[in-house]
């Protein structure tokens, strides 16, 4: 076999470092952002935040080649904000992240002040130990009772069986089921009401027993909720008029006392943290034009380290490889931030132009939008355009929505048009809100009006919208 060399000419994609980096940023999230360049300023002793009240994604004169296109949009969109301002108003875009947990002065010399922190709310589980703590029981009934507590779910729930829980002590305890049974109905007593149910029927009852036996229609209540619940679910209101042997009236009140009740005590005492949504782009109308802009809140600042470069333009040494390196990292991410908000700007302002409607009319004036369109129009494949909606929010005079609530499908109608998805659905929320509670409007109803409006949607369409929107059938829509 002879051997021999051939010369090839080929062409092939290849994501460079810097490119790589560019599509990843593009698909984090604001939040996702700041704990990406959280780690890139504690690696790279290049880069730090500009505390500065100007500057803001900077590359000091004389470090900085040829600028960008991430560079030139940044200025253009600067200089547009300074001819037509479009700030957001004070706090209304401050993340949890910069609230501060507390206030007050120090004064100079003052060794003994201390930083303010907010309290803590207290648990389900160091609520019910203090009540414990002020309880005259002995040591054994107070071991049960925070064995029970211990045993709670975050509703304030007591879901595993008691069997269960005694087949777990020791046996050498000797700890008897009827003692279990006492630490609970001393668990049951406490505050919140309703704490240590088994399920939710124990739980409405004990809050319906907690309450002065003078209530109206007090009785009546607890017979639903411990043997009837299900019917009042499922609304049944014949069966139920039929149990109780009452009017419409009464079964009213009836339903209305169980409603009040709490059907989750523990949950007041969750720690659930609260998340704060910070927009990346600001709509408002300036001049009788809807105006898409960048939200400052939302835009991390960034330069290069000016004692750093200074060092590194006059070291020749091989010893500066590595800042020279760290150099171009620090320039890379800056040009790619500076591109990724140039991208969500260009989509934004896009998605605005063609949803104007929106912003006059509300959800019904939606049009029909996919991610193809906004593609062909500022000329980025879809994949982009998908990357910049997701987790990228927008703040309207309507709200805060993610910029793909922007997009959806759409629905044929009689003229020949189309209708979008999302206006559809606001119809059924009005056509809903909108009806005889006593007579509520089937699926099959709505669709019939919609068409009536010359918009044609199945009943199947209709019933998936409704589902969609959490709205319940129309058999548990039906009131008195």
């Known amino acids: 076999m002879k051997h021999s060399l051939q010369l090839r ?16 940023l593009l698909q984090l999230s604001t939040l996702e952002l700041n704990q990406e360049l959280e780690r890139f300023l504690q690696d790279n002793p290049l880069l730090e935040r500009d505390e500065g009240a100007g500057e ?23 200089a547009g904000n300074d001819d037509n301002p479009v700030q957001p108003e ?25 930083p303010q922190v907010a309290a803590e709310n207290p648990t389900l589980r160091n609520h019910l130990i203090m009540q414990l703590s002020l309880k005259k029981l002995s040591e054994r009934d107070r071991t049960l009772v925070t064995l029970l507590i211990e045993s709670l779910d975050e509703d304030g729930y007591l879901s595993q069986d008691l069997a269960e829980i005694h087949a777990m002590l020791p046996e050498e305890i000797g700890v008897e089921p009827e003692e279990l049974q006492i630490a609970l109905k001393h668990l049951q007593h406490f505050e919140p009401t309703g704490v240590g149910a088994r399920n939710l029927g124990d739980c409405l009852a004990l809050q319906l027993t907690a309450l002065p036996e003078s209530t109206l229609f007090r009785t009546e209540a607890l017979d639903v909720v411990r043997n009837h619940l299900e019917a009042l679910a499922s609304r049944d209101f014949t069966r139920l008029k039929k149990i109780l042997r009452c009017d419409d009236a009464c079964l009213r009140e009836v339903q209305k006392l169980i409603t009040s009740l709490n059907p989750r005590p523990g949950r007041e005492y969750s720690s659930e943290d609260t998340r704060y949504v910070v927009p990346d782009v600001v709509v408002r109308k300036v001049k009788g034009v809807w105006v898409a802009s960048l939200n400052p809140e939302a835009m991390p600042k960034l330069r290069i380290n000016r004692l750093y470069a200074d060092i590194l333009s006059r070291a020749r040494s091989s010893g500066s490889q590595q800042l020279a390196t760290q150099l171009q990292e620090a320039k890379w991410l800056i040009k790619n931030v500076q591109q990724r908000f140039d991208t969500i700007l260009r989509v934004a302002q896009a998605i605005v132009d063609r949803q104007r409607h929106f912003y006059e009319h509300g959800e019904v004036a939606m049009r029909p939008l996919v991610l193809r369109e906004i593609a062909e129009a500022l000329d980025l494949h879809e ?44 119809l059924i929320k009005q056509l809903v809100s909108a009806e005889n509670s006593r007579k509520p409007l089937s699926d099959s109803q709505i669709s019939e009006i919609l068409g009536q409006q010359g918009i044609v949607v199945a009943r199947r369409t209709v019933a998936k919208y409704r589902e969609s929107l959490q709205i319940l059938p129309v058999n548990l829509r039906k009131t008195l």
């Open 9 to 24: 000419l080929s062409q092939h994609l290849t994501l460079t470092p810097q490119l790589q980096q560019s599509i990843r």
């Open 56 to 78: 803001q994604l900077g590359i000091p004169p004389g470090l900085n080649g040829e600028s960008g296109p991430g560079e030139r949009a940044a200025e253009a969109n600067t």
């Open 90 to 114: 004070g706090d209304a875009f401050t993340s949890a992240q910069d609230a501060p947990y507390g206030s007050g002065g120090r004064e100079d010399g003052d060794d003994d002040d201390y």
């Open 383 to 426: 994949s982009t355009v998908s990357r910049v909606t997701t987790q990228k929010f927008m703040h309207t005079p309507r709200g805060i929505f993610e910029l793909k609530y922007f997009f959806g499908s759409h629905v044929t109608t009689e003229s020949g048009g189309s209708a979008s998805s999302t206006a559809i659905r606001a």
